[in-house]
């Protein structure tokens, strides 16, 4: 929304050169925030028992699995098995509570900025510029949840929906 330069709210009585340089600019924006997305840690390589239940999920145990971890791409959380995540008794289900966990938290800030050229009365030109992840804020994806794997917890990319930093450029004319 235009709200400066010649026949708006503010500048109204602007002379031509300033309202050339000033007037006719618009901004307009979207934030999205997410907490974390939820995932479920896993045993992939369960020796003895082929079929640990859905998504061969492992026993609740009594530790925190954030406890020393880097929180960081290199180790998001802490796995193996022993204290936080236990093997399930044989011909068991593991209850460990399904997207209890949470990944890294999805921040992304697009903008458009344009600035409207009235050429005559029936003609303008609109250059704009649009910016996905204007901010360039990393958005890291989720963390690997095989607690039994040398590398558990590491993240290795982007989060769906993500981009590293996108700009575009475009011209309308309209008449």
Same mark, same amino acid.
């Given at each position: ?23 006719? +600019? ?30 061969? #999920? ?17 180790? +998001? ?44 009365? #029936? ?53």
């Amino acid at each position: 929304m235009t709200f400066l330069g010649r026949g708006k709210k503010y500048g109204s009585s602007l002379n031509k050169a300033v309202d050339l340089a000033i007037g006719g +600019w618009s901004i307009s924006g979207v934030m999205t925030y997410y907490s974390g997305f939820p995932f479920s840690p896993s045993l992939e390589n369960f020796p003895g028992q082929p079929n640990t239940g859905p998504n061969n #999920r492992p026993d609740l145990g009594h530790g925190d699995p954030y406890a020393g971890a880097a929180h960081n791409r290199s180790q +998001w959380f802490v796995g193996g098995v022993g204290t936080t995540f236990l093997d399930p008794a044989p011909g068991t289900f593991g209850n460990y509570p399904i997207n209890t966990l949470i990944g890294p938290q999805f921040i992304q800030q697009d903008l458009a900025l344009a600035k409207s050229f009235r050429i005559t009365e #029936r003609v303008s030109f609109r250059l704009r510029t649009d910016a996905a992840n204007a901010f360039n804020h990393t958005n890291l994806g989720g963390p690997n949840s095989d607690v039994q794997a040398s590398n558990t917890g590491q993240i290795t990319g982007i989060a769906a929906g993500g981009s590293m930093r996108r700009l575009q450029f475009s011209g309308t004319i309209s008449f």
